[in-house]
């Protein structure tokens, strides 16, 4: 209802429905691909909400674009309440102008994460996507999306796209059955990842090194600069959408890129060293 307001016409060459690591950006930007990222920014300045591999931001941009067409913008937003539509959220409009941004921008990819849950999230707007990624799911948000692990998983699952395919994080038998049985209703092929074979080397305060095996590629001593084993799934995780998004769009991501774009995501404010002596 925001775009038919507005009178954006938003479109983009690729999505992805992917509610997971920056890690899939960075590797795509080191590859040099025009990637655009729209994540959940608890602990960002306004400025990082969105980021970009060329110059300005969408916050620079959309100030501008606020000053232009403010009253225009205000006004639209009126006439949608007076329709009886609910005033959109802060949210709902900074989607909406990150969409026609990557619009005008003519970006390759966009690597959407869900605000919250995925069934009726603002970014879950669009109507397919060329990979959709789920993470570990646990009890969180029970009085929004639900008190147990099946209809969270319900809700999440919402990403996924008629014939899509899904690549799912291995966890509990109550999440996954619900992920598999919509993915039969809808067509989409399911990917499990495992984390059976990773061989943690060293994992510190500053970094970790781990050996893993992607979808029957090894790779050794590769390096994140986050914290917990936790981030070592995710890494594996990305590494495994990359890996199967080279496949589906016939990229050339190398192992020099992934290596690079691993060593260089950076995750502000989530268990993040700040200074060796606070």
């Known amino acids: 209802k925001i775009e038919e307001?507005?009178?954006?016409?938003?479109?983009?060459?690729?999505?992805?429905?992917?509610?997971?690591?920056?890690?899939?950006?960075?590797?795509?930007?080191?590859?040099k691909t025009k990637v655009e990222l729209t994540e959940v920014p608890k602990f960002m300045e306004k400025e990082r909400k969105i980021s970009s591999a060329e110059k300005g931001t969408l916050m620079h941009l959309c100030i501008q674009r606020l000053?232009?067409?403010?009253?225009?913008?205000k006004e639209k937003i009126e006439q949608m309440v007076s329709e009886g539509y609910s005033y959109p959220t802060e949210f709902e409009i900074v989607t909406t102008m990150a969409f026609y941004y990557y619009y005008e921008q003519g970006v390759d990819f966009v690597a959407l994460e869900v605000g919250l849950g995925g069934r009726y999230d603002a970014t879950n707007?669009?109507?397919?996507?060329?990979?959709?990624?789920?993470?570990?799911i646990s009890l969180d948000h029970v009085g929004i999306l639900g008190d147990t692990v099946a209809k969270i998983a319900y809700e999440k699952a919402g990403i996924i796209k008629e014939n899509g395919v899904v690549v799912v994080y291995d966890q509990s038998d109550e999440a996954k059955n619900v992920i598999k049985d919509i993915c039969k209703e809808k067509n989409a092929?399911?990917?499990?990842?495992?984390?059976?074979?990773?061989?943690?080397?060293?994992?510190?305060?500053?970094?970790?090194?781990?050996?893993?095996?992607?979808?029957?590629?090894?790779?050794?001593?590769?390096?994140?600069?986050?914290?917990?084993?936790?981030?070592?799934?995710?890494?594996?995780?990305?590494?495994?959408?990359?890996?199967?998004?080279n496949q589906l769009k016939h990229l050339n991501i190398n192992k020099d890129d992934i290596r690079r774009g691993l060593i260089n995501t950076r995750w502000p404010g989530r268990i993040e060293k700040i200074l060796n002596r606070p």
């Open 67 to 73: 000053n232009e067409k403010q009253i225009y913008t």
């Open 5 to 31: 307001a507005l009178n954006w016409e938003y479109k983009y060459k690729e999505s992805i429905g992917i509610p997971t690591k920056t890690a899939v950006t960075k590797i795509n930007l080191e590859e």
């Open 125 to 136: 707007i669009i109507k397919k996507s060329d990979l959709s990624v789920i993470t570990s």
């Open 189 to 245: 092929k399911y990917i499990e990842v495992k984390f059976d074979d990773i061989n943690i080397k060293k994992s510190n305060i500053n970094s970790q090194v781990f050996d893993c095996t992607i979808i029957g590629q090894r790779y050794k001593d590769l390096e994140i600069k986050l914290i917990g084993d936790h981030q070592v799934n995710n890494s594996v995780l990305a590494l495994s959408a990359i890996e199967i998004l």
